[in-house]
C-alpha cells in the first residue's frame, strides 16, 4: 500500500477517519521536553473514550505496506526456552517468548526454520507465543501468518493456526483454522476480530492430530507475524514480512518490529470532550512528544571514572527496560565524578550534554540519540539556488540576525562540596602549636614530628588528653594541633581534609580580541565535583555563548527533525553549504501527503520553560545525600470511587 496524506493511531487503533490532521502544526524540540500540542477526535456515539498516557502515532501515508508485528522473535532464531517442555503458561508469565507445548515430547528444532514432527503423538505439538502487555487494541481485527512446509507427508495429522484473545483471567475469544496439504513452502493466514476487553492474544502454530495413537509428518516454520488489520481497504493483508531481516523494517525497544515511517511518536496528557450533541463528542486532546518520557524518571546515583556512553547505557537499562533503547548513544569523554541526588533522568541528559557539547533526544523509534552536534546528518542540503538531487529549496527564509543578550566570554563554573585532603609542613621557631592554613579542618588523618608519626587526641575530650598517654591535640575550632612541650626547630607534618567547593573560570580570547570586553556568566551546578568537570563545562558554555547566537529561521517541504544538523547555502547571507543545527521543528501536516517544516537551527540554548523548571526543581530539592537507600518503601492499588480519576480504557496500547 502506499496512500497519500497521513495516518494516525491511537492507544493500538486507527483513528485516521476520526481525526483531522490537515493543517495540524505539531512542535518538536530539543530544549524543551514537555512541548504540548493540540489535536480533536471525534467519537461518534461515544464510544470510543480517549485515555490519559495512551500512545499517538502520525505515519507517512506514503509508506509503503506500514504494518507492525506484535511477535518476538518472529524469525525463530532461538531456541524455545531451551526446548524443554512447558506447559502453557497463565497469561503474562512468558510473555514475548515461544514456548512448547504441553503433553508427548516431539522433536521440535529451533529455527530458522522450525521444525515439527510427530510420530504416534498423543496430542497437538504447536509453539506458541503469548503477547506482551499494553501491545494489543480490543475491537480491533488480527492476522496471524507463518511460512510453512510439509517436508513429511501428515497422516492423522493437519496444520493449524490458533489465536486466542484473553484478559488477565480468562480466555474472551479463540479460533483457529487447518490445512491437510500445502502446495511448496506456502504463507497461510489466519484472521480473527478481538473482543471488547482483550488485553492479550495467544497464538499457536503447529500440527493438531485426528488419531492420537497414530500419527506422523513434519512441518517447518518461519517468518511468523501478528499484526493488526488496521486498513484493509488500502492494502491486503498478511503484509509483506515485518522482521529485522527486512529493509524498512526497525525492531522497538519492546522487541514488536514495525514498518513505519513515523512523523510523530507521543502520549496523551490532557484531554477535555466536547458533546455536539446527545450523542456524540469531540475530544480535545494535548499530545506530548516522545521526549517527555526522560522527565519521568528520577535518578539517585554517584558515577566515578565512567564514560558518558556508560552511564547513559546504564541508566536507560535500569530505568526504562523495554521503552527505550540506546542504540545511537556515543562515548564522548570520562567523567570523573557525577553525583545525582533523586534529578530527573533528563537533567543527567542535560548536564552530561552540558560537559560534552553533545545533544540528546528521543527520536519517533524510542532509541536514544547522544552525540555531537553534526554527528547526525541530515540526507541532504538546502539552497537557494538547488540541484533537486542533493540540495532541495527552502523557503520565507527570515533576514539574518544576532543575538548577543545571553553573550558570555568569561565563565566561571561553581560546583557542589568535595572533601579535599591537604597536607602542611612547619618548622616553628617556637611555642606549643601550629596553626592550620584552612580554618575549618574537617578530619585530621596524620601528625607527624620529625617523620615519627603521633597518637593524636581531641581538644577539649577528656578521654583524649595528654596525661593519657595523647602525643598531640586537635583544636578543631580554632584549626590548631597542640602538643604537651615545645616543638621549636622540630619538623611537623600535618595531613587534614577540609570541605570545599569547585570553582573553575575558562575564558576565550578570540571573543575578548574581536570585542575588546569581558563578558561574564557564571554556572552554578552542583553535580561538579571534581575541578576538571568545572573547567569542561565552562569550556562548553563558551562554545555556546562566547560569540553572539544566530539562528537561522525558514520552511521547506524537505524532512529535518531537532537534533539534525543540515548544510545551509544562502548567497545573500555569506553560507555556502554550511552547518547548523536543526533546534525546533514546527511540523505542518497540509494534507493530501504535503508536509511543511517550520525550522529554526541555532545552539541549543535552554527553552524560558526548561530555565523555570529547572529553577523550581532546585529550590524545591532537599539536600539529602545521594545513593541513599530508601527508608520506607510500598505498593498501593487505589479505588477509584468517584469520576475525577481517569483510570483508563481496556486494552491501551503503548
Given at each position: 500500500?502506499?496512500t497519500?496524506?497521513?495516518?494516525?493511531l491511537?492507544a493500538?487503533?486507527?483513528?485516521?477517519?476520526?481525526?483531522?490532521?490537515?493543517?495540524?502544526?505539531?512542535e518538536?524540540?530539543?530544549?524543551?521536553?514537555?512541548?504540548?500540542?493540540?489535536?480533536?477526535?471525534?467519537?461518534d456515539?461515544?464510544?470510543?473514550?480517549?485515555?490519559?498516557?495512551?500512545?499517538?502515532?502520525?505515519?507517512?501515508?506514503?509508506?509503503?505496506?506500514?504494518?507492525?508485528?506484535?511477535?518476538?522473535?518472529?524469525?525463530?532464531?532461538?531456541?524455545?526456552?531451551g526446548?524443554?517442555?512447558?506447559?502453557?503458561?497463565?497469561?503474562?508469565?512468558?510473555?514475548?517468548?515461544?514456548?512448547l507445548?504441553?503433553?508427548?515430547?516431539?522433536?521440535?528444532?529451533?529455527?530458522?526454520?522450525?521444525?515439527?514432527?510427530?510420530?504416534?503423538?498423543?496430542?497437538?505439538?504447536?509453539?506458541?507465543?503469548?503477547t506482551q502487555?499494553?501491545?494489543?487494541a480490543?475491537?480491533?481485527?488480527?492476522?496471524?501468518?507463518?511460512?510453512?512446509?510439509?517436508?513429511?507427508?501428515?497422516?492423522?495429522?493437519?496444520?493449524f493456526?490458533?489465536?486466542?484473545?484473553?484478559?488477565n483471567?480468562?480466555?474472551?475469544?479463540?479460533g483457529?483454522?487447518?490445512?491437510?496439504?500445502l502446495?511448496?513452502?506456502?504463507?497461510?493466514?489466519?484472521q480473527?476480530?478481538?473482543?471488547a476487553?482483550?488485553?492479550?492474544?495467544?497464538?499457536?502454530?503447529?500440527?493438531?492430530?485426528?488419531?492420537?495413537?497414530?500419527?506422523s509428518?513434519?512441518?517447518?516454520?518461519?517468518?511468523?507475524?501478528l499484526e493488526?488489520?488496521?486498513?484493509?481497504?488500502?492494502?491486503?493483508y498478511?503484509?509483506?514480512?515485518?522482521?529485522?531481516?527486512?529493509?524498512?523494517?526497525?525492531?522497538?525497544?519492546?522487541?514488536?518490529?514495525?514498518?513505519?515511517?513515523?512523523?510523530?511518536t507521543?502520549?496523551?496528557?490532557?484531554?477535555?470532550?466536547?458533546?455536539?450533541?446527545?450523542?456524540?463528542?469531540?475530544?480535545?486532546?494535548?499530545?506530548?512528544?516522545?521526549?517527555?518520557?526522560?522527565?519521568?524518571?528520577?535518578?539517585?546515583?554517584?558515577?566515578?571514572?565512567?564514560?558518558?556512553?556508560a552511564?547513559?547505557?546504564?541508566?536507560?537499562?535500569?530505568?526504562?527496560?523495554?521503552?527505550?533503547?540506546?542504540?545511537?548513544?556515543?562515548?564522548g569523554?570520562?567523567?570523573?565524578?557525577?553525583?545525582?541526588?533523586?534529578?530527573?533522568?533528563?537533567e543527567?541528559?542535560n548536564?552530561?550534554?552540558?560537559?560534552?557539547?553533545?545533544?540528546?533526544?528521543?527520536?519517533?523509534?524510542y532509541d536514544?540519540h547522544?552525540?555531537?552536534?553534526?554527528?547526525?546528518?541530515a540526507?541532504?542540503?538546502l539552497?537557494?539556488?538547488?540541484?533537486?538531487?542533493t540540495?532541495?529549496?527552502?523557503?520565507?527564509?527570515q533576514?539574518?540576525?544576532?543575538?548577543?543578550?545571553?553573550?558570555?566570554?568569561r565563565?566561571?563554573?561553581?560546583?557542589?562540596?568535595?572533601?579535599?585532603?591537604?597536607?602542611?609542613?612547619?618548622?616553628?621557631?617556637s611555642?606549643?602549636?601550629v596553626t592550620?592554613?584552612?580554618?575549618?579542618?574537617?578530619?585530621?588523618?596524620?601528625?607527624t614530628?620529625?617523620?615519627?608519626?603521633?597518637i593524636?587526641?581531641?581538644q577539649?575530650?577528656?578521654?583524649?588528653?595528654?596525661?593519657?598517654?595523647?602525643?598531640?591535640?586537635v583544636?578543631?575550632?580554632?584549626?590548631?594541633?597542640?602538643?604537651?612541650?615545645?616543638?621549636a626547630?622540630?619538623?611537623?607534618?600535618?595531613?587534614?581534609?577540609?570541605?570545599?567547593?569547585?570553582?573553575?573560570?575558562?575564558?576565550?580570547?578570540?571573543?575578548?580580541?574581536?570585542?575588546k570586553?569581558?563578558?561574564?556568566?557564571k554556572?552554578?551546578?552542583?553535580?561538579?565535583?571534581s575541578?576538571?568537570?568545572?573547567?569542561?563545562?565552562?569550556?562548553?558554555?563558551l562554545?555556546?555563548y562566547?560569540?553572539?547566537?544566530?539562528?537561522?529561521?525558514?520552511?521547506?517541504?524537505?524532512?529535518?527533525?531537532?537534533?539534525?544538523?543540515?548544510?545551509?547555502?544562502?548567497?545573500k547571507?555569506?553560507?555556502?553549504?554550511t552547518?547548523?543545527?536543526?533546534?525546533?521543528?514546527?511540523?505542518?501536516l497540509?494534507?493530501?501527503?504535503?508536509t511543511?517544516?517550520e525550522?529554526?537551527?541555532?545552539?541549543?540554548?535552554?527553552?524560558?520553560?526548561?530555565?523555570m523548571r529547572?529553577?523550581?526543581?532546585?529550590?524545591?530539592?532537599?539536600?539529602?545525600?545521594?545513593?541513599?537507600?530508601?527508608?520506607?518503601?510500598?505498593?498501593?492499588i487505589?479505588?477509584?470511587?468517584?469520576?475525577?480519576?481517569?483510570?483508563?480504557?481496556?486494552?491501551?496500547?503503548?
Open positions: 500500500m502506499t497519500t496524506g497521513y495516518l494516525c491511537l493500538g487503533r486507527d483513528i485516521t477517519a476520526r481525526t483531522d490532521l490537515d493543517n495540524l502544526p505539531i518538536l524540540s530539543i530544549t524543551d521536553n514537555t512541548t504540548t500540542f493540540e489535536m480533536d477526535i471525534a467519537d456515539g461515544s464510544s470510543n473514550p480517549v485515555g490519559a498516557l495512551q500512545e499517538v502515532v502520525i505515519i507517512d501515508g506514503a509508506t509503503s505496506n506500514p504494518a507492525v508485528n506484535l511477535l518476538l522473535d518472529p524469525l525463530m532464531a532461538h531456541d524455545p526456552l526446548s524443554s517442555i512447558y506447559q502453557p503458561q497463565p497469561p503474562g508469565s512468558a510473555n514475548g517468548q515461544w514456548l507445548a504441553q503433553g508427548a515430547r516431539a522433536t521440535i528444532t529451533p529455527g530458522p526454520p522450525t521444525t515439527i514432527s510427530i510420530n504416534n503423538t498423543a496430542g497437538d505439538t504447536y509453539i506458541e507465543q503469548y502487555p499494553l501491545t494489543v480490543d475491537q480491533t481485527p488480527y492476522m496471524l501468518s507463518v511460512y510453512a512446509t510439509i517436508t513429511a507427508a501428515l497422516t492423522n495429522a493437519q496444520v493456526l490458533s489465536i486466542r484473545y484473553m484478559n483471567t480468562r480466555i474472551l475469544a479463540s483457529q483454522q487447518t490445512w491437510s496439504a502446495t511448496g513452502t506456502q504463507r497461510i493466514s489466519y480473527l476480530a478481538a473482543p476487553g482483550t488485553t492479550i492474544i495467544d497464538v499457536q502454530i503447529g500440527l493438531t492430530v485426528t488419531n492420537s495413537s497414530s500419527n509428518g513434519t512441518l517447518q516454520v518461519s517468518a511468523a507475524q493488526p488489520m488496521w486498513w484493509p481497504s488500502l492494502q491486503s498478511p503484509t509483506p514480512d515485518c522482521n529485522s531481516a527486512q529493509s524498512g523494517c526497525y525492531v522497538l525497544p519492546n522487541g514488536c518490529t514495525i514498518r513505519q515511517n513515523r512523523i510523530f507521543g502520549f496523551t496528557v490532557d484531554g477535555q470532550p466536547d458533546y455536539d450533541n446527545g450523542f456524540d463528542r469531540t475530544w480535545h486532546v494535548g499530545v506530548r512528544g516522545v521526549n517527555w518520557l526522560l522527565e519521568t524518571q528520577f535518578v539517585n546515583a554517584t558515577f566515578n571514572q565512567q564514560t558518558d556512553a552511564i547513559l547505557t546504564t541508566l536507560i537499562a535500569q530505568l526504562f527496560p523495554n521503552r527505550l533503547s540506546a542504540n545511537n548513544v556515543e562515548q569523554a570520562t567523567i570523573d565524578t557525577r553525583t545525582y541526588d533523586d534529578v530527573q533522568f533528563s543527567v541528559c548536564d552530561l550534554a552540558n560537559t560534552t557539547g553533545f545533544l540528546v533526544y528521543v527520536d519517533n523509534y536514544v547522544y552525540a555531537p552536534v553534526g554527528g547526525s546528518l540526507p541532504y542540503g539552497s537557494d539556488n538547488p540541484d533537486n538531487i540540495t532541495f529549496e527552502y523557503h520565507d527564509w533576514p539574518q540576525s544576532f543575538d548577543a543578550t545571553q553573550m558570555g566570554n565563565v566561571t563554573v561553581h560546583g557542589g562540596a568535595f572533601t579535599q585532603t591537604t597536607q602542611e609542613t612547619f618548622t616553628p621557631a611555642g606549643t602549636s592550620l592554613s584552612n580554618p575549618a579542618p574537617k578530619t585530621v588523618t596524620s601528625v614530628v620529625n617523620g615519627v608519626e603521633q593524636k587526641g581531641v577539649g575530650n577528656a578521654n583524649t588528653t595528654f596525661a593519657n598517654g595523647y602525643q598531640c591535640l583544636d578543631f575550632p580554632n584549626h590548631k594541633v597542640l602538643f604537651p612541650a615545645s616543638i626547630g622540630n619538623t611537623i607534618v600535618v595531613t587534614y581534609t577540609f570541605d570545599s567547593q569547585i570553582r573553575a573560570q575558562e575564558m576565550d580570547l578570540l571573543s575578548y580580541d574581536t570585542y570586553i569581558w563578558i561574564d556568566r554556572v552554578s551546578d552542583t553535580t561538579i565535583v575541578t576538571a568537570a568545572a573547567s569542561q563545562r565552562a569550556l562548553q558554555e562554545a555556546n562566547a560569540f553572539p547566537l544566530v539562528a537561522p529561521q525558514f520552511k521547506t517541504y524537505s524532512a529535518l527533525w531537532p537534533g539534525q544538523s543540515v548544510a545551509i547555502t544562502n548567497s547571507e555569506g553560507y555556502n553549504a552547518l547548523f543545527l536543526v533546534q525546533q521543528v514546527i511540523v505542518h497540509k494534507g493530501e501527503g504535503t511543511e517544516y525550522v529554526i537551527c541555532g545552539a541549543d540554548i535552554p527553552s524560558f520553560t526548561r530555565h529547572n529553577l523550581h526543581r532546585v529550590t524545591m530539592r532537599s539536600k539529602a545525600l545521594a545513593g541513599q537507600p530508601l527508608s520506607s518503601i510500598g505498593l498501593c487505589h479505588e477509584t470511587t468517584s469520576t475525577g480519576v481517569d483510570s483508563g480504557p481496556t486494552g491501551r496500547y503503548s
